[in-house]
């Protein structure tokens, strides 16, 4: 047993990154294999509205990464990096996304969004800053989905008492 003072072994820290980098694989799959199988149903009944993809999530994250260049190029007059520039205003969008994740604006289940756009800026970094990324960014992305997934059912379930 662990006392909150002891460091983490070596060996659970390692254990723990299996673990995690096994969830994300059985995630990916997951996502797969949802999108077949909601591409099959649209197949089958193409007339339902709640099976065609959400227009929503799409609006949203167009309006986050305008909002983040707006936000960053109006205060960056100095700064003439354009590629620090454009990291800065996808993190920005990333942030703006979340913050509507937090309000309600989007479902648990359309956190996919967090997901492309993450993978979409680790894509954009030198393969040296990969792990960088993953360790200061996706990881604490993560928590943040987590307890905002965990505080959405805990509110969901609260007002149904």
């Given at each position: 047993m662990l006392c909150?003072?002891?460091?983490?072994?070596?060996?659970f820290k390692e254990?723990?990154?299996?673990?995690?980098?096994?969830l994300e694989g059985l995630n990916k799959e997951l996502f797969t294999q949802f999108d077949m199988a909601q591409k099959f149903a649209r197949e089958l009944a193409p007339e339902i509205p709640s099976l065609a993809p959400s227009q929503h999530i799409k609006e949203l994250r167009r309006q986050c990464d305008e909002d983040a260049r707006d936000i960053v190029f109006d205060g960056a007059n100095d700064i003439r990096n354009n590629d620090s520039l454009n990291l800065i205003s996808q993190l920005t969008s990333l942030m703006l996304q979340i913050k509507a994740f937090a309000d309600g604006e989007l479902k648990h289940y359309e956190d996919r969004m967090l997901e492309d756009t993450l993978a979409e800026i680790k894509s954009s970094l030198h393969l040296d800053n990969h792990s960088t990324f993953q360790n200061s960014t996706e990881v604490h992305i993560s928590h943040i989905?987590?307890?905002l997934t965990s505080l959405g059912n805990f509110f969901l379930f609260s007002a149904q008492s």
């Open positions: 909150h003072f002891e460091p983490f072994s070596e060996e254990e723990y990154a299996q673990t995690l980098i096994q989905k987590s307890s």
